[in-house]
């Protein structure tokens, strides 16, 4: 009997150490597995506009899922589905030369890796009948889910800022 517990005792300490040694790896792949999958909703997010270089309608189906909101700086500009969405697309694709210039990107991932929100800001340069334009400083911020093993925006919104404060508060 007291070898029986002797060995137990001498065997605990090993399995509990390596339970750790288990339970620390798969904490580390688990973290892994959602770095990489916050890389791919970067690189995703990063060619989001790709369509609108590319002045391409099918490229634009594919990106927005048949029930995304798109939520534009123009007032009218709130869309839902895919329906509601492609004449917007459509009439924009007849802008010229598009360049986004993407900063201060923020990517927060849900804890499968299958769905990310995310921040940025971005300058627009284009031109319309020739003419050149500029927008600065648009604030973009989105959702997109991974439907069918592909990433969509499944919502999407642009705002310019305005100057000043529109509702008056303190600062506290």
């Given at each position: 009997e007291k070898q029986k517990y002797d060995i137990m005792m001498r065997i605990y300490p090993f399995l509990f150490v390596l339970s750790l040694l288990f339970s620390c790896d798969l904490n580390k792949s688990g973290s892994n597995d959602i770095d990489a999958a916050k890389e791919?909703?970067?690189?995703?997010?990063?060619?989001?506009?790709?369509?609108?270089v590319n002045s391409s309608l099918d490229e634009a189906k594919n990106t927005f899922s048949d029930d995304a909101v798109l939520i534009g700086t123009d007032e009218a500009e709130y869309y839902t589905g895919w329906d509601e969405i492609k004449p917007s697309i459509v009439g924009q694709?007849?802008?010229?030369?598009?360049?986004?210039?993407?900063?201060?990107?923020?990517?927060?991932?849900?804890a499968g890796?299958?769905?990310?929100?995310?921040?940025?800001?971005?300058?627009?340069?284009?031109?319309?009948?020739?003419?050149?334009?500029?927008?600065?400083d648009v604030r973009n911020s989105g959702v997109i889910k991974k439907v069918d093993g592909e990433w969509k925006i499944i919502q999407i919104h642009w705002s310019m800022g305005v100057k000043g404060q529109v509702v008056e508060y303190e600062m506290k």
């Open positions: 791919d909703a970067r690189k995703y997010i990063e060619s989001q506009f790709d369509f609108f694709l007849s802008i010229e030369d598009p360049k986004f210039s993407p900063r201060d990107l923020n990517i927060f991932m849900s890796g299958d769905m990310a929100s995310y921040t940025q800001k971005l300058d627009f340069t284009f031109s319309v009948a020739g003419e050149p334009g500029e927008i600065k």
